[in-house]
């Protein structure tokens, strides 16, 4: 009898300890399955960003190139309209342009913020914050009866602001595609 309970105790342990391998084993999978599944995620979505953030800095420096030309031909556009009799119509048409200019980069800063993460998103803020100053003191400096019309030192001011916000998103970008995605994330 003492043999027949070795042997039935000693066949509940070794199931015992199948089960709780196989277990064990189970767990192990699964969390090897979503580890790798973040993984794959985080990757899918850096790619995102970068393929975002470089449009962004293309459009980026369009745009700015855009307000740039707007200032470069403010003459000949105020002189081109008034010799039409259309002196109202300046600081709309400057409005235009500056608008046409922030549809350059609006849909690239969107499609950024969308993406994250939080250091990203201060970084395009402060562009939009930059952009939207700029546009401002454009159609300001096109009204009838501008408060003052200070190109010599306001303008390279509004310009290196949208510069450094510029600088501060590639910090702020370089930043976020240096880490690589990682397991458990």
Request: aromatic share 8%; glycine share 8%.
């Amino acid at each position: 009898m003492d043999q027949i309970w070795v042997v039935l105790i000693g066949s509940i342990a070794a199931g015992i300890f199948v089960l709780g391998g196989a277990y064990i084993g189970f767990l192990g999978g699964r969390r090897q399955t979503a580890d790798q599944a973040n993984v794959e995620h985080g990757q899918w979505l850096r790619n995102q960003r970068q393929e975002a953030y470089v449009q962004l800095l293309d459009s980026w420096d369009q745009a700015v190139d855009a307000l740039e030309e707007i200032v470069d031909h403010w003459d000949e556009l105020d002189m081109n309209m008034s010799n039409h009799g259309m002196e109202d119509e300046f600081q709309p048409e400057i409005d235009k342009k500056a608008g046409q200019a922030w549809q350059l980069t609006a849909k690239p800063l969107e499609r950024v913020a969308l993406l994250g993460p939080e250091p990203v998103d201060v970084a395009v803020l402060r562009m939009e914050s930059a952009f939207d100053e700029v546009q401002a003191w454009l159609v300001q400096q096109a009204a009838p009866e501008p408060a003052e019309r200070v190109w010599g030192t306001r303008w390279p001011e509004l310009v290196r602001g949208l510069h450094s916000a510029r600088r501060e998103f590639m910090v702020a970008a370089k930043e976020e595609m240096g880490q690589a995605p990682r397991a458990g994330q």
